[in-house]
C-alpha cells in the first residue's frame, strides 16, 4: 500500500520560510513526484515536480526562485522548501505519486495535505 504523509505547513508571515515535508512508504512508483495546492475557492494546482530517473525538477511559474523540491531517499522523504513566502501561497499543500506504469500526467496517490497560511 502506497502512503503519502505530508507535515510542515503552518502559519508564517510574509517573507518567511517554510519547508514541508512528505513521508512516503511503498513498493512501486512512477517517474514522478509532485506538490500541488489548493487555495480556498480554487481549483487545486501544480506547483512543483521531481523526476526519479534523473533527479529533473519543474515549478509552476508562481513560485520559481522561491521554492525547491528535493528528495532525500534515505528516510523516504519528499520536502519542498518555500522561501519568500506571499500570502498568495496560502493553500493546502498535497504531495502526491505516480502508481509505476502511470502517465506523466496522472498522479494516483495523495496525501492529506499540510495548511500553509502566509499572513501579509
Known amino acids: 500500500q502506497v502512503q503519502l504523509v505530508e507535515s510542515g505547513g503552518g502559519l508564517v508571515q510574509a517573507g518567511g520560510s517554510l519547508r514541508l515535508s512528505c513521508a512516503v512508504s511503498g513498493r512501486i512508483f512512477g517517474n514522478y513526484f509532485g506538490w500541488f495546492r489548493q487555495a480556498p475557492g480554487k481549483e487545486r494546482e501544480f506547483v512543483s515536480s521531481?523526476?526519479?530517473?534523473?533527479?529533473?525538477?519543474a515549478y509552476a511559474d508562481p513560485v520559481k526562485g522561491r521554492f525547491s523540491i528535493s528528495r532525500d531517499s534515505a528516510k523516504n522523504t519528499l520536502y519542498l522548501q518555500m522561501n519568500s513566502l506571499k500570502p498568495e501561497d496560502t493553500a493546502v499543500y498535497y504531495c502526491?505519486?505516480?502508481?509505476?506504469?502511470?502517465?506523466?500526467?496522472?498522479?494516483?496517490?495523495w496525501g492529506q495535505g499540510t495548511q500553509v497560511t502566509v499572513s501579509s
Open positions: 521531481f523526476r526519479r530517473s534523473g533527479g529533473d525538477t
Open positions: 502526491a505519486a505516480q502508481m509505476y506504469g502511470a502517465p506523466n500526467e496522472r498522479y494516483d496517490y
